[in-house]
């Protein structure tokens, strides 16, 4: 199983956005899902929203990480 949430210091380095940028993909994300500052974005949600497939989004959050 791959990892639950994502980050937008991950979401940065994957889509090459300035963390700022970033964040404020998490904010409009957030905003359009109901959620709260607090709450995270996991990897289903971030890829549904951007349109794209989850485990590729997976598996190159694995090698990020890596």
Known sequence: MGRLCIYPQEAARLLRLSE????????????????????AITVKEFSEYKGLDE?????????LCK
């Open 20 to 39: 700022r940028q970033a964040q404020r993909l998490f904010k409009t994300i957030r905003e359009e899902l109901n959620k709260k500052k607090h709450q």
């Open 55 to 63: 485990a590729e989004v997976q598996l190159a959050l694995d090698a």
